[in-house]
């Protein structure tokens, strides 16, 4: 208010009995106290109504409050976030619609949340804006990586992850004790003969599919050519090209890992299990319009074959076999394929341009060997290299 000596109720009622007397001018009152006429007149009819108690501060909160959240309902959006501490107010929401209710917009339920002491961060409740893509169909592309490892009781854990692109539909969270090629294909087996093959999968330069910058073959990766599965290799040094993985992996942790302690590698991969699910069939997606990942993911139609047959090349196709030391010679030119095709057939391929062919391995295009330069560049290094796979 704008009295201005230290005892307001005091100049309130002097005020007040001044402007009672007979003639007064209350208006010139309102001047000399240096309250404006509305609130002069304010406390003018509450001295006649209530007397000197009138004059007391009131509180401004609004006696009813029409669109405040039910108290039910604050209930159920803070039971959701107990359940799922990492979720905000996009995916609480959605929950609460498709349990048939009625829920308040994404901002008050974060104002819910962060009145109740259950947001933190700098940037915790803020809309945030992401490009994203995406391949158009389930099966399109896997990403596939492990997570950093950790500690248990007893050893280490070293999480293998595998999610689709198009979806987001995790596959696999693998508790590994390791991170060899026999581990990472026993685990690749049973997520192929559960949800068929994919056309492509996606991973760092790193062991065990990659030998580091270079992104040559491994064994692993070989075998996964030999099921009919091509291979891609992120950037080096850019993570950002499995950006879906490195995100789930970012979930996993905030919502798995953070604040547990896993005795043994079983009760991690329960852990996992159980985390998956509620990943696939029940947490909202934000990238995917805050539908699951279930809503979008089926299964491939390609079946994983029970045994693997040698590739057969077609007559006009120039076949060298790989030796023990990974190296080929193909006129007078000697190439290297790596060993992991050791003991295994490739082919030459001619392209348009004489002198130019592709190396390939059954229809997988390794590499081109260019004659006239005496040149061999991994596929990766070809310019405007679109596909892996070979056009014969």
């Keep these: 208010m704008p009295f201005r000596e230290c005892s307001r109720m005091s100049q309130r009622e002097e005020f007040c009995r001044l402007a009672l007397m007979p003639d007064a001018n209350i208006s010139e009152l309102c001047r000399r106290f240096g309250v404006g006429r509305t609130a002069g007149y304010k406390w003018l009819e509450r001295y006649r109504e209530e007397g000197a108690e009138g004059l007391a501060e009131r509180s401004r909160r609004p006696r009813g409050s029409p669109g405040k959240t039910p108290a039910e309902l604050e209930a159920r959006v803070l039971a959701e976030r107990a359940a799922h501490p990492a979720w905000g107010g996009r995916k609480i929401r959605r929950v609460l619609e498709r349990e048939g209710l009625v829920p308040p917009a994404v901002s008050t339920i974060t104002e819910i949340l962060r009145r109740h002491g259950k947001l933190d961060g700098p940037r915790a409740g803020e809309r945030r804006d992401w490009v994203r893509f995406e391949h158009a169909a389930p099966n399109d592309l896997w990403q596939m990586d492990f997570k950093g490892h950790f500690a248990l009781e007893a050893g280490r854990c070293h999480p293998l992850t595998v999610l689709d692109d198009h979806s987001r539909y995790s596959l696999e969270i693998g508790a590994c004790g390791n991170e060899t090629s026999e581990t990472v294909q026993e685990r690749l ?204």
């Design 189 to 392: 087996v049973r997520v192929f003969r559960r949800y068929g093959l994919p056309w492509r999968m996606l991973m760092d330069n790193g062991p065990p599919w990659g030998t580091g910058g270079s992104a040559q073959y491994t064994v692993l990766t070989v075998w996964l050519l030999d099921l009919g599965v091509a291979v891609s290799h992120g950037r080096p040094y850019h993570p950002q090209t499995q950006g879906k993985d490195e995100r789930f992996h970012r979930t996993l942790k905030s919502e798995v890992l953070d604040g547990y302690r896993f005795r043994n590698l079983t009760q991690a991969q329960a852990a996992f299990d159980a985390w998956r699910e509620v990943y696939n069939t029940h947490r909202p997606h934000q990238a995917i319009e805050l539908e699951t990942p279930s809503k979008r993911y089926q299964v491939s139609p390609r079946t994983m074959p029970e045994a693997i047959t040698p590739p057969d090349y077609e007559p006009e196709a120039q076949i060298r076999k790989v030796q023990d030391t990974g190296w080929i010679s193909f006129k007078g030119q000697k190439i290297n394929c790596s060993k992991a095709f050791a003991g295994r057939h490739v082919a030459l391929r001619a392209t348009d341009t004489d002198g130019l062919f592709d190396l390939c391995y059954r229809s997988h295009v390794l590499a081109q060997v260019d004659l006239r330069q005496n040149m061999v560049q991994p596929v990766h290094h070809v310019p405007e290299q679109v596909s892996t796979i070979s056009p014969v």
